[in-house]
């Protein structure tokens, strides 16, 4: 019974397709008649007739061995000569026939290949010089091998900094001009490469007022948080953060939901979370995200 009933599917599958295949030849039949009728698609197969098929010309065995010869086309006249010599190619060729010579002249000849070891590991124990049989030797005495002027080291480059370093204000140095530079939004930011500070939550170098952690262990840019970034993620007010003296930034207390800081706790970093958190009634990143793992 079973099979009765897959053989009847597998029969209703096939005159299905054998429709859908009927159906798409007539609509290209259709079509190709419709772009045939087109008068574009007369002219296209006309230019398409004229063109002919390329023709892969092979070379002659008397053209390769020929130095020079001529290839001929119908636009243009190429000349292969032999390929122009230049000093390090004479170099070679130089020291190739030096080579040869070196193997039918006596062992005196002035033109000898002399190679000094040297430079690669300091200076050998144990210098090397050439005997007059061409061979060569070990001098006995230091004081009559060669001296060498040693190699001067290039002084190693280091990074310039491309940003004066932020000085850590305490709370009694926040004066009223500091808290008027905290930015309330993304707007009033404004990009500055060199005067500026990074945020650590968005990453972004601008010239507003960044708060200032009081932890003994936090160092660098890791408590510069802007305003909206402060507020739209954790809840907080940069200027209260300023003000308070016992102000730890997020890092430090580990609730910290910025990319960097949430691939290095091994989990993924959420992005634009702030619209909806408050789309499911919460007013920071934190707490949705708190939510979430209750």
């Known amino acids: ?93 130089s020291t190739g026939s030096s080579n040869n010579s070196g193997a039918s002249t006596p062992v005196n000849s002035p033109d000898r290949l002399v190679v000094k070891f040297g430079g690669f590991f300091g200076r050998s124990p144990h210098p090397l010089r050439e005997l007059d049989d061409g061979t060569c030797g070990v001098y006995e005495d230091e004081d009559e091998a060669p001296r060498f002027p040693p190699e001067i080291k290039s002084p190693s480059r280091k990074r310039a900094r ?54 003994e262990d936090c160092s660098g840019v890791r408590g510069h948080f802007c305003g909206p970034c402060l507020r739209n993620r954790y809840g907080e007010d940069a200027k209260t953060a300023l003000k308070d003296p016992d102000w730890q930034c997020p890092p430090c207390r580990g609730i910290c939901n910025c990319s960097f800081c949430r691939r290095k706790a091994g989990c993924c970093s959420t992005g634009i979370l702030i619209h909806v958190a408050r789309l499911h009634g919460y007013e920071d990143v934190n707490a949705y995200l708190q939510s979430l793992r209750t």
């Open 1 to 93: 019974m079973a099979k009765s009933i897959q053989k009847q599917v597998i029969g209703e599958l096939e005159q299905l397709r054998a429709k859908n295949i009927a159906d798409n030849e007539a609509m290209l039949a259709k079509l190709m008649k419709d772009l045939k009728a087109h008068p574009q698609f007369s002219t296209l197969a006309k230019k398409t007739q004229k063109r002919a098929p390329r023709v892969k010309r092979q070379r002659s065995d008397d053209a390769e061995a020929d130095e020079s010869y001529v290839r001929r086309s119908s636009s243009r006249q190429v000349v292969l000569r032999n390929p122009i010599t230049t000093r390090s190619r004479s170099r070679l060729n």
């Open 162 to 215: 491309t940003s004066p370093p932020q000085e850590a204000k305490s709370v009694d140095e926040i004066t009223q001009e500091d808290l008027d530079m905290v930015a309330n939004h993304v707007k009033e930011k404004r990009y500055d490469s060199y005067n500026g500070t990074t945020c650590h939550q968005c990453r972004q170098k601008t010239d507003d007022q960044k708060t200032i952690c009081r932890s």
